[in-house]
T-cell receptor, first 111, second 111 residues
Framework: DAGVIQSPRHEVTEMGQEVTLRCKPI?????LFWYRQTMMRGLELLIY????????DSGMPEDRFSAKMPNASFSTLKIQPSEPRDSAVYFC?????????FGPGTRLTVL | KQEVTQIPAALSVPEGENLVLNCSFT??????LQWFRQDPGKGLTSLLL?????REQTSGRLNASLDKSSGRSTLYIAASQPGDSATYLC??????????FGKGTRLSVIA
């Protein structure tokens, strides 16, 4: 298996633009997690899905953030409109049991 | 709310030394604890997972221990090598909940 796949790997955009991050989990995994990593706050959970259903989105910072999982093999995290404070590395992870497997992350820079 | 603390934040050691990384968590009602490695600009790689009923796990030169009642875990690295240089993250979860991460220990092993 190729592992968790995220795209794009790097994204530079201007404030106010819409940003869409994509994730393909490991085939057969039933849980998917979106995390954000910054120097100040470390790794924080944004939202997670179980069997494509959002279970806990309490980590989503505000209404500008939204996530979807239309099927078991694909998820998106959208930021609209983006702001400079959204600059961070966004990780997607998937799991079947206890161990979570992380993608390489998307480094987002909002100017 | 679960909080995870890792000490020290950074550590530099000469090659060949044995070292210990520390992790503490505030709520002892955990389901499992994981240690991850993160290389610069990369995603996270799971190193060891300890179930709440276990006391330790070993993989090669790595040994992780868990003292659930005191809310502590240690990661022991034997005979450190320059290739061990990375950030090591500790994370816990409680039942079917996402991981809560510490901010990591940045390890440098000097040849």
């Amino acid at each position: 298996d190729a592992g968790v796949i995220q795209s794009p790997r790097h994204e530079v955009t201007e404030m106010g633009q819409e940003v869409t991050l994509r994730c393909k989990p490991i085939s057969g995994h039933n849980s998917l997690f979106w995390y954000r990593q910054t120097m100040m706050r470390g790794l924080e959970l944004l939202i997670y899905f179980n069997n494509n259903v959002p279970i806990d989105d309490s980590g989503m910072p505000e209404d500008r953030f939204s996530a979807k999982m239309p099927n078991a093999s694909f998820s998106t995290l959208k930021i609209q409109p983006s702001e400079p404070r959204d600059s961070a590395v966004y990780f997607c992870a998937s799991s079947l049991a206890d161990t979570q497997y992380f993608g390489p992350g998307t480094r987002l820079t909002v100017l | 709310k679960q909080e995870v603390t890792q000490i020290p934040a950074a550590l530099s050691v000469p090659e060949g030394e044995n070292l210990v990384l520390n992790c503490s968590f505030t709520d002892s009602a955990i389901y499992n604890l994981q240690w991850f490695r993160q290389d610069p600009g990369k995603g996270l790689t799971s190193l060891l997972l300890i179930q709440s009923s276990q006391r330790e796990q070993t993989s090669g030169r790595l040994n992780a221990s868990l003292d659930k009642s005191s809310g502590r875990s240690t990661l022991y690295i034997a005979a450190s090598q320059p290739g061990d240089s990375a950030t090591y993250l500790c994370a816990v979860n409680s039942g079917n909940t996402p991981l809560v991460f510490g901010k990591g220990t940045r390890l440098s092993v000097i040849a």
